[in-house]
């Protein structure tokens, strides 16, 4: 089993429209959506939820005021500024480290469980997809992210499907680093802008730091020809496969419009080159052990 | 007073939005590129970095001499960062939250802090405009250590407008949570609708006023307009599709060299000014 991963270190470059084409054009997979504090993809594939769980990430404080003396040790000890003059806890500064609770001589503090959110087994028109939601001002994605992808590796083994497909989150931290690390592969999609080609060489280095063979695409890269031949020759000197050039084409942003696929959207041109990055994407994958 | 640039779904403009309304600002005012992961405003507003420092957070250090393996310090972490197993204690800096739980624990008082390094803090100036962003270390985890320090180069006395990271998870709230103003940059299309209604719901539970910001708005669909007027969101500005707006976007050039730009972002800032007040 293969599981392929989609970022874009940059935001916006167009994963989750190129991940909901691939899921249209490739078999025998399992989708997933590590982007859980703003997931997109259901919105193109429209999941039927079969089976709904909390995510408990993590635990919080909670001062009991009729124990509490007052003391001020918790506020002395906790280093997230998360205890208010008036012995009340912040729950979004609070980081869940049980500092406050341990130490507190009276033991005024509990420390419950915190359902940072929610995490989905789906069946969409493409096969089936796990994905979830982070809970508004809610933390702990990293977690999330991976037990979204560990629920994708359950359902691909019980199924004898081939390849996870997890269309990933922008930038190059927590997440993203519970996305890349031990996938089979990463595809990097960029676009020819000073910031897209700037943030192409940071989250290519993470995929180098988690020994991720990475792959390239250029979105809109007729937007800027010069910046698009500078991101081929990145691509070059660091042997990143490229594994294709999709124009700008306003049918792109109709077909999300929609509720659909590029390539069930669009016929013509656009499709075309969108299926033969597909086939690039899948041949380099069959190349990996 | 300080006004963030976020937006839920990344690649919508936010950095667009936040540099041009800094340079049409101009004098004195600051500007934070909150997006540690992924650090783009410097690229608009090519600030001459004048201080550069290497910002770290204190993990545990556990001297071998003093430690009994009694484990209490393992048992304590939230985070998994610190393990004993039989005569041997191993730490997981790279999991450690700071909390400094461990060496408070430890009866043997043999656990100590030692610094490890998330990134660096830039300073600079573009013209007159006071510039700070952080670079999170590629294949670092722990972005809001670093944000929360680029947010002390706040002088709470100038103007200064916060570039923030996409998404709405801590990172985002980190960036945002102390400002005035919250301006949330969409495109309308589902995903940016989605994602707007997600970053609006962090914004409310942290109390902020917010306001909108259109982008590419004659591409997609009424729902993020008709979703403002519901929940009667200000619209402060919407900017059309032009492939000159991209092309200049792309080259790295603002768009307030133009007077027409210029005005359109001076009539952006006093709708921000009104929301404040």
Not at chain 1, 44 to 60: C, D, Q
Not at chain 2, 26 to 40: A, Q, R, S, T, Y
Not at chain 2, 70 to 76: I, R, S
């Amino acid at each position: 089993m293969k599981e392929l991963v989609i970022i874009s270190g940059k935001g916006g470059t167009g994963k989750t429209s190129l991940v909901a084409s691939f899921a249209a054009l490739c078999k025998n997979k399992v989708l997933a959506d590590t982007d859980v504090d703003a997931p997109d993809l259901h919105l193109i594939l429209s999941p039927k939820i079969k089976h709904e769980e909390a995510f408990k990430g993590g635990h919080k404080a909670i001062i009991d005021r009729e124990k509490c003396t007052e003391c001020g040790e918790c506020q002395n000890l906790c280093r997230f500024e998360a205890i208010s003059e008036d012995f009340v806890v912040d729950d979004i500064a609070c980081e869940g480290c049980g500092v406050c609770v341990h130490f507190c001589p009276v033991e005024a503090i509990s420390f419950p469980q915190r359902v940072c959110g929610k995490w989905f087994i789906s069946d969409t028109r493409f096969g089936p997809m796990v994905h979830a939601q982070l809970g508004i001002a809610e933390e702990n994605s990293g977690l999330l992210a991976t037990l979204v992808r560990n629920q994708a590796r359950v359902i691909a083994q019980e199924n004898g499907l081939d390849l996870i497909l997890t269309d990933g989150p922008p930038g190059i931290g927590c997440p993203v680093i519970a996305t890349v690390a031990g996938a089979t592969a990463a595809m990097i999609v960029t676009e020819p802008t000073v910031s897209g080609r700037h943030d192409l060489e940071r989250v290519y280095g993470l995929t180098q730091h988690f020994q991720a063979p990475a792959l390239a695409c250029i979105n809109k890269f007729d937007l800027n020809e010069y910046m698009t031949e500078e991101i081929e020759k990145f691509c070059k000197a660091q042997k990143i496969p490229l594994v294709g050039k999709i124009p700008f084409d306003p049918r792109v942003i109709e077909a999300v419009v929609n509720g659909k696929t590029i390539v069930e959207y669009a016929n013509g041109s656009i499709s075309k080159v969108i299926a033969q990055v597909w086939q690039n994407t899948y041949n380099f994958l069959k190349s990996l052990p | 007073m300080a006004i963030s640039v976020a937006s839920g779904k990344g690649g919508t403009g936010k950095t667009t939005i936040a540099t041009n309304l800094a340079a049409v600002l101009g004098k004195g005012i600051g500007f934070l590129d909150c997006d540690v992961e992924e650090p783009n405003a410097h690229l608009f507003l090519r600030p001459n970095i004048n201080c550069s420092e290497i910002v770290t957070i204190p993990v545990p250090d556990v001297d071998l001499e003093k430690c009994d393996f009694c484990g209490k310090c393992a048992d304590f972490c939230q985070f998994n960062a610190i393990s004993v197993i039989g005569e041997n204690i191993l730490t997981f800096p790279e999991l450690c939250h700071s909390c400094g739980g461990c060496s408070l624990i430890c009866p043997q008082k043999a656990i100590s802090e030692r610094p490890r390094e998330l990134g660096v803090l830039e300073h600079g100036f573009s013209g007159e405009i006071e510039f700070v962003h952080g670079r999170l270390r590629v294949g670092e985890a722990m972005a809001v250590p670093l944000i929360e320090r680029v947010k002390k180069h706040i002088d709470s006395k100038k103007i200064v407008i916060i570039d923030a990271p996409p998404g709405t998870s801590c990172p985002v709230i980190a960036t945002i949570k102390d400002s005035d103003v919250v301006v949330l940059v969409t495109e309308p299309t589902p995903f940016g609708l989605y994602d707007l209604r997600l970053a609006v719901g962090v914004a409310r539970i942290l109390k902020l006023p917010i306001g909108v910001v259109v982008n590419r708005a004659d591409l997609g669909d009424e729902g993020v307009f008709e979703y403002c007027h519901k929940e009667e969101i200000p619209i402060l500005m919407t900017i059309p599709f032009e492939r000159k707006v991209a092309e200049d976007y792309a080259k790295g050039q603002l768009l307030v060299k133009e007077s027409i730009w210029q005005d359109r972002f001076l009539a952006l800032w006093s709708k921000i000014e009104g929301l404040v007040k």
